[in-house]
């Protein structure tokens, strides 16, 4: 059973700090992982995929793929009441089929 | 030009019908798919179709019957409503390259509710 974990929340920072929100995996063999942001009432939006063990930055996003541990994170600096939605992190397996896995979610809110 | 389109947005309707959304994509994509998304917003994958062919079928009742009429469409007919079938069903396309599971790309939703 392929599963995604994730803390649901909710997580609560003050603007102008850090965010993170962390994601672990159970597949070895998975390959892509991606960060969605879903506002409510909307579609999930793409914030950022990663592929390779390191650290790849976007702006003020800053996603960390760690696949010995097989853990996956988001940092969002700066953060802006904007940035208050639920992140899906999504995971990637090639096995019989595509399909991305989603893990239930963090939900995010950022005070002004 | 809505890259991935689905219809209707919003499905009101009494237990024991049968209903279809219906699912474009503009994209080129080879890969289609439809989630659920629950109260709880969890997102579950129900079916994959790649190049018009079943390529995964969840633990989905059989009263859910997708329907891939060409790579662009992917529909999803509905039988014998059911209360826990009110849920929020996205479509979503993806292209695939060397084994690598895409970025998805989805549409707005349709939001059914069962009465």
């Known amino acids: 059973q392929k599963e995604v974990e994730q803390n649901s929340g909710p997580l609560s920072v003050p603007e102008g700090a850090i965010a993170s929100l962390n994601c672990t995996y159970s597949?070895?063999?998975?390959?892509?992982f991606f960060w969605y942001r879903q506002y409510s009432g909307k579609s999930p939006e793409l914030i950022m995929f990663?592929?390779?063990?390191g650290d790849k930055e976007d702006g003020r996003f800053t996603a960390q793929l760690n696949k010995a541990s097989q853990y996956v994170s988001l940092l969002i600096r700066d953060s802006q009441p904007s940035d208050s939605a639920t992140y899906l992190c999504?995971?990637?397996?090639?096995?019989?089929?595509?399909?991305?896995?989603f893990g239930k979610g963090t939900t995010l809110s950022v005070s002004s | 030009d809505t890259a991935v389109s689905q219809t209707p947005k919003y499905l009101v309707t009494q237990m024991g019908n049968d209903k279809s959304i219906k699912c474009e994509q503009n994209?080129?994509?080879?890969?289609m798919y439809w989630y659920k998304q629950d109260s709880k917003k969890f997102l579950k994958i129900m079916f994959s179709?790649?190049?018009?062919?079943?390529?995964i079928n969840e633990t989905v009742p059989n009263r859910f019957s997708p329907k891939s009429p060409d790579k662009a469409h992917l529909n999803l007919h509905i039988n014998s409503l059911e209360l826990g079938d009110s849920a929020v069903y996205f479509c979503?396309?993806?292209?695939?390259?060397?084994?690598?599971?895409?970025?998805?790309?989805f549409g707005e939703g349709s939001r059914l509710t069962v009465l």
């Open positions: 979503a396309s993806s292209q695939d390259e060397r084994g690598v599971v895409g970025e998805l790309f």
């Open positions: 597949d070895r063999g998975s390959q892509s």
């Open positions: 990663i592929y390779s063990n």
């Open positions: 999504a995971v990637g397996l090639w096995q019989a089929g595509t399909a991305l896995i």
């Open positions: 994209l080129g994509h080879d890969t």
């Open positions: 179709y790649n190049n018009k062919e079943l390529i």
